[in-house]
């Protein structure tokens, strides 16, 4: 088992956390069983840390972190790398940690279970923001977790998928990311529609809300929560699949490739600030 010592996060934003995820998945082989060293993390994110839990959950690889590490207790709180997989379990981390939002992980069976414990989730979100009262905010929030968890288990042939955020005060940002290791945007193109696309292709097709599903439906689900992020709330988005990665902000928007690197399945996260006034979401869905 190969040893991959994970690097310290040089900046907060999606940016920042892509390259450390990049830099520590870069010349991995398909699958392939590592051994993650945390020692050198002084801080976690959940563009980096989700993508470790799922890829920790779907091979053999292993983690080592020490004691003394900084992050050691936040990891322990946030349920890493196992997660939470029950509404019950939800509950009772919720009111022994209200101020950590746990890592959840969710499964295409048992579809009610499925959407409370996402609904437990989102709700849990909009309480660590604390900004109720705040007219439209709750939609705002609540719409992107709910399409890009229904992206999942619709493009992704995986029965499982794993969501985890993190709200930080002082700075007053909300992190969210999203993860499956399923079969990939651009295999799902050649599957479902016959089309044969390189990742980057895949990804600005969803973004042109070009469905994968073989029928003529749209898919619209990734695209407006991208608008929704970007534009109603002012903040980044991200979308990672294969060797590809879509880097957005609110007034700019960057296709890039990622040498030697390659995620099976989709890795989407984003951003936004806290909300300070009235967000208004409806021109922005289509």
């Not at 799902?188 to 980057?200: C, H, T, V």
């Not at 991208?226 to 879509?246: D, P, Q």
Request: charged fraction near 25%; include cysteine; proline fraction near 5%.
């Amino acid at each position: 088992m190969r040893n991959v010592i994970v690097p310290q996060i040089k900046s907060s934003s999606l940016v920042g956390q892509l390259k450390s995820l990049y830099e520590t998945l870069k010349d991995a082989k398909p699958n392939e069983d590592l051994n993650f060293d945390l020692n050198q993390l002084s801080f976690a994110c959940p563009l980096l840390i989700l993508p470790l839990c799922s890829y920790l959950n779907t091979t053999k690889s292993e983690f080592v972190i020490s004691k003394d590490s900084k992050i050691k207790s936040y990891l322990d709180v946030i349920n890493f790398p196992k997660g939470i997989t029950s509404v019950s379990s939800f509950h009772q981390k919720i009111q022994k940690d209200k101020n950590y939002i746990p890592i959840s992980v969710l499964t295409r069976e048992g579809v009610v279970g499925r959407e409370r414990l996402e609904s437990l989730f989102a709700t849990m979100v909009y309480k660590a923001i604390d900004v109720s009262g705040i007219e439209g905010v709750s939609n705002a929030i609540y719409y992107p977790i709910g399409e890009l968890i229904t992206n999942i288990f619709e493009h992704s042939k995986e029965n499982q998928g794993f969501i985890f955020g993190q709200f930080y005060p002082k700075k007053e940002w909300l992190d969210i990311c999203i993860v499956d290791r399923g079969r990939g945007l651009a295999a799902a193109y050649q599957q479902e529609k016959n089309l044969n696309l390189s990742d980057g292709d895949a990804i600005a097709e969803v973004m042109k809300g070009n469905s994968t599903k073989p029928d003529k439906e749209r898919g619209y689900g990734v695209r407006t929560s991208k608008r929704v992020v970007c534009e109603a709330l002012g903040g980044e988005f991200t979308i990672i699949s294969g060797s590809s990665a879509l880097v957005v902000s609110k007034d700019k928007e960057k296709l890039v490739s990622l040498p030697n690197f390659h995620w099976q399945g989709v890795i989407i996260a984003y951003k936004i600030p806290k909300p300070k006034h009235p967000i208004d979401i409806f021109p922005y869905l289509e």
